[in-house]
């Protein structure tokens, strides 16, 4: 079959690098891609939310089947742009629709359906311009740090927690009366702060059954020791060494169980990946939040773990047969390391010439912000590449990860040396 993959980062070249594996695949496209899918896919020159765009290229270029990697065009309806149209309800589109989307696209929507549905989560209130006065009062019941949430997609910036009352009243004002976020901020979710370690599970339904995928572990600051910025990930480790077996079946029975059979009750059409964002608060999984698609840069660990044909998989899905799959995992430890432009996530330089790609034996390198220009590799945004090594344990394939970048070069060029350090 023809397969196109919508996005640009190290998660989308995993996703080719996984698919170019299968002997289903005839034919892959990526769009926009970068210099890592360039290798081994045919990239298109489009926008992950030109829904016309996206239907001239799935029709000229014989696509059967499309993997969304990003939330954006998810948020904004591709599955249901697909469906309302004749020449195109017929392609499978992995990601859900419009509907089911709004666990990723609206936090408030996420929090109602995870209390509809009995989903251990934080208490919460939800405020906008009117009651951002009850809004005050509420943050007065509570007690430091506060956790302050835009409502709407803000390129994941929208989280703020604060230890000062005053400070997070302030804040709180500029989200809803002053549009901190745009229309992101119109709504905030106020919540209970929850002290523990966090985890990401990933879940595949077809929404009837559902798999899941090995745990993973992602590191979201820029700094050693979990400090400064956030940033989309700056390195991951799978699987995640206090999951226990124990603490695993809790997350499947209170929270990935009642998730989708929730999606069912609720008539929220549901073909794709779920990110559930965890946080272990003493023996007890809760959920942080829902993401409508898989994790950057825990797609760079997870799917390297899978030893299963991921397109058997994803037609699977499309076919509403996921129950007969049998999902087998690589026992090793997989992890990576992000290299970053320096200066990101604030603003950094691109164009940078990416030298001592050709000596990496030990490691899968996997493109993110990259593209060719003249015959060379060069930086063109934030994360640069994700570099994933295996390992009997996580200590050896990050070893080797770092031993890896030891041979990679560019100008500015910064990256973690402390990944793992909390576990
Ligand atoms: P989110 O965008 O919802 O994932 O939030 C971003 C980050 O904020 C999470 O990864 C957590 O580290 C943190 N966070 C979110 N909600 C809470 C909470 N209720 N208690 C503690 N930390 C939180
Ligand atoms: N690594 C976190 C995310 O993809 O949202």
């Not at 797609?299 to 699977?316: F, G, N």
Request: some cysteine.
């Amino acid at each position: 079959m023809n397969i196109l993959i919508l996005g640009s980062g190290g998660r989308e070249h995993t996703f080719a690098w996984k698919i170019a594996q299968s002997k289903r695949l005839n034919k892959l496209f990526v769009a926009p891609g970068n210099s890592g899918t360039e290798a081994i896919a045919e990239n298109l020159n489009l926008s992950v939310t030109d829904f016309e765009g996206i239907k001239t290229a799935v029709i000229q270029k014989n696509i059967d089947l499309v993997v969304v990697g990003p939330e954006d065009p998810l948020v904004q309806g591709i599955h249901d742009f697909f469906l309302q149209d004749e020449a195109i309800k017929h392609i499978s589109i992995i990601g859900p629709q419009k509907a089911a989307a709004e666990l990723e696209g609206s936090k408030e929507f996420a929090k109602e359906f995870m209390m509809r549905h009995n989903v251990p989560t934080a208490a919460y209130q939800s405020f906008t311009k009117e009651t951002v006065e009850a809004g005050y009062k509420f943050l007065e019941s509570l007690n430091a740090p506060y956790v302050l949430k835009a409502d709407g997609l803000a390129a994941g910036k929208g989280v703020l927690i604060l230890n000062d009352l005053d400070e997070a009243k302030a804040e709180l004002k500029s989200m809803l009366v002053d549009a901190k976020f745009g229309n992101a901020s119109n709504k905030v979710v106020i919540e209970e702060f929850l002290d523990g370690i966090e985890l990401s599970c990933f879940v595949l339904t077809d929404g009837k059954d559902y798999k899941i995928l090995p745990t993973a572990k992602d590191y979201k600051r820029i700094g050693e020791g979990d400090t400064g910025l956030n940033t989309g990930g700056m390195g991951a480790i799978s699987p995640v060494p206090f999951a226990t077996k124990d603490f695993l079946d809790k997350i499947e029975s209170r929270i990935v169980k009642p998730t989708v059979e929730g999606l069912k009750k609720d008539n929220l059409p549901y073909v794709g990946f779920i990110f559930i964002g965890i946080i272990k608060v003493g023996d007890e999984p809760k959920v942080i939040e829902y993401n409508v698609r898989m994790g950057d840069p825990e797609t760079e660990v997870v799917l390297p773990r899978l030893k299963t044909d991921l397109v058997e998989i994803l037609q699977a899905m499309a076919n509403q047969t996921l129950f007969e799959v049998k999902i087998e995992i690589d026992d090793r430890a997989a992890t990576t390391i992000m290299l970053v432009s320096g200066g990101y996530p604030e603003t950094y330089e691109k164009g940078k010439k990416i030298t001592g790609l050709d000596t990496i034996e030990d490691s899968i390198i996997f493109h993110a912000g990259a593209k060719f220009l003249d015959g060379n590799v060069v930086t063109s945004g934030g994360r640069v590449m994700a570099i994933t090594s295996y390992g009997e344990t996580y200590h050896e394939a990050i070893k080797k990860s770092y031993q890896s970048i030891e041979n990679l070069n560019f100008d500015k060029m910064y990256y973690r040396k402390d990944i793992g350090f909390d576990l």
